[in-house]
C-alpha cells in the first residue's frame, strides 16, 4: 500500500535536462545579445533596417519590437529615458547580459558548465513574464520613441 502513495510524487528533476536547459538558455542569450550588438552597430552608421516583418504583417509590435531604441537609449547613458518608457524591456536587457555573461565567462572561455543558477525552470517563467510584460507595455504605449 505505502508504494501506491509513491506513484503520485512527481519525479525528481533531471539533471540532465536541467543542464541542457541553461546550455540553451546561455546561447540564446549570447546569440540575442550579438545580434543586438550587430542592430545597434547598424543603427551607429545610420544603416536603415526593413522594419519588424510581424509588425507589418499583423499591425501588432512583436516581443521584441523597441528593444534597439531601449538598447541604444541605455549604450548612450539616457537609462532614465529608458527606463521611463518601458522598465520591463530594459530589465529584459540586463537579463539577457547576465545571461549572456554568465554564460561567456563559465562556458565559452571556461570551457566549463553554466551555472547552477541557469539550471532553475523558474528562470525562463521570469524571462517570459518580462518578455510578456514588455510587449504589452510596447502595444499600449507604442514603445521607447525614436532618438
Not at 30 to 55: K, Y
Not at 105 to 130: H, N, Q, T
Amino acid at each position: 500500500m505505502a508504494s501506491l502513495a509513491y506513484q503520485h510524487l512527481p519525479p525528481p528533476p533531471d539533471p540532465d535536462r536541467a543542464a541542457t536547459r541553461a546550455r540553451v538558455i546561455g546561447r540564446a542569450s549570447l546569440t540575442m545579445v550579438g545580434a543586438g550588438a550587430v542592430l545597434l552597430a547598424g543603427r551607429a552608421v545610420s544603416l536603415r533596417l526593413p522594419p519588424c516583418p510581424f509588425r507589418a504583417a499583423t499591425g501588432i509590435p512583436c516581443p521584441g519590437c523597441g528593444m534597439t531604441r531601449l538598447a541604444d537609449a541605455v549604450a548612450h547613458g539616457r537609462i532614465q529615458q529608458a527606463v521611463g518608457g518601458d522598465a520591463a524591456g530594459v530589465a529584459v536587457l540586463a537579463v539577457l547580459a547576465v545571461l549572456a555573461g554568465a554564460y561567456l565567462v563559465r562556458v565559452v572561455i571556461g570551457k566549463g558548465e553554466p551555472p547552477d543558477w541557469m539550471r532553475r525552470r523558474v528562470l525562463l517563467g521570469g524571462i517570459g513574464a518580462l518578455v510578456l510584460v514588455h510587449w504589452v507595455t510596447t502595444i499600449v504605449t507604442g514603445g521607447l520613441p525614436s532618438a
